[in-house]
């Protein structure tokens, strides 16, 4: 993990490998943005007319390198833009911060450290600006740069594996010694930790994920943590009657898994439910994919990893709301053993289900885990998964959606991933599409109508959550996984989505502000 460090330190007398400044697009040409004073000092006031003669426009994930001025220390300047000039000029948008911060971090990986002198007047500029570069900053490498034993056995011809994430970032501007400053950065440091664990996992190949070892990844971060964790193996769901989840990983070789991870507080007043689709592998089962759409599948498991990754970051920041996450973990494979369609899985609730396809698992699973976590009777109830292709076709690769019980539970659902800088978008649940989810043989089937498909799944997990509770759904099938190329603070690969939402939720909650 990246090392973030605030200094009192000027841009000027900062050694390290590169100095980051901001630049935003003008009418006239780029211009400057605050903290960049000492850097364009050192260019005797010509730093923009030097950048806007290389090229620069100070457009947004536009990155300018030039050799530094000879007052700096740092031997190289970076400028990074960001985007269009705000009305104000200390008003610049914190996720416009967090994806210039990123694209710098990312285009200097391989160095030891760099200075980023980007706006950071204000505590919720300066943990913008922390986020983003530590997000950018990530690479996994966990499965490159082995010791090649074909290579001649000389130290030149040794491989010196995958370029390295940027060591260490340094804020300049921030007020090093505030206590404001010192909290917006550690909060950032945990967050990204635990989102980037959440990447991790995502990205892990499924022969070395499935349920169990996931399962034992969430016990070493609850007793390094101060979490409960629960958890249930077959034995364990076939007592408790779990025929979702057992239905789904019946066809593996890797059986399944529940498991429960509780933060308390001695102080909350609320508690929050987070449960998170966990597929480690989904091959669709008898409902087999087609070729094309097996090679990323092991992302299924997107979900579980952000509920993961936002119960590890509530007890990390000691916040004053109990949180208990529910990861429904199985693997989705054809066998002799796997459920057929035209079967019917009778649900924790009692609720009986006939598969229509097997490919529609994601469902089954959530739903045994809705009810478990409804009857702890939480305040609300948030689950988050890559749940349909429909919801990618409907808003894209990068926007997930946001299905509820409860308007006003939607909007704050919204408004909160917005300020967080996670694009989302409120979606219905139209009553008129229940219909066709009926069975002739069983109580609902897990498939109706194929147009509106996203929100006819939302619809059926909507019929596994206890009465009177606050729920809502995010569907990330498409921000979850990035299979372009990496963009601002996003990677190629998993992503983290929906772990900033949550854990700004389980603040508001904290705060008493639950919507």
Known sequence: MTALTLSTAGAATLRADALVVGVAKGVKGPVLAPGSEAVDKAFDGKLAAVLATLGATGAEGELTKLP???????????????????????????EALRRAAGTAARALSGSKKAGFALPAGSVEDAAAVAEGALLGSYAFTAYQGGENKLAPKDAKSKDSGPKQPLAEVTLLGGKARDKGYKAAVERALALVEEINRARDLINTPPNDLYPESFAAVATAAGKEHGIKVQVLDEKALVKGGYGGILGVGQGSANGPRLVK??????????????????????????????AGHNETMKCDMSGAAAVFAAVVTAARLGLKVNVTGWLALAENMPSGNATRPGDVLRMYSGKTVEVLNTDAEGRLVLGDALTRASEEKPDAIVDVATLTGAMVLALGN????????????????????EEVGEASWPMP?????RKGMDSP???????????????????FLKEFVGEGIAWAHLDIAGPAFHEGAPYGYTPKGGTGSAVRTLVRLAERTADGDLG
């Open 68 to 94: 530094a001025a000879s007052g700096l220390k740092a031997p190289v300047v970076v400028a990074v833009g960001l985007g269009p000039v705000p009305d104000k000029e200390d008003a610049y948008d914190a």
């Open 261 to 290: 991870l509780a933060y308390t507080h001695p102080k909350a007043e609320k508690t929050l439910a987070f449960v998170g689709k966990g597929i480690t592998y989904d091959s669709g089962g008898i409902s087999l994919k087609p």
């Open 398 to 417: 990068r926007t997930f959606g946001i299905m509820a019980n409860d308007d006003a539970f939607r909007t704050s659902i919204h408004e909160i991933a």
């Open 429 to 433: 649940l139209p009553a008129d599409l």
């Open 441 to 459: 043989t069983a109580d609902i089937a897990n498939m109706g109508e194929r147009m509106g498909g996203g929100l006819v799944a939302g619809l």
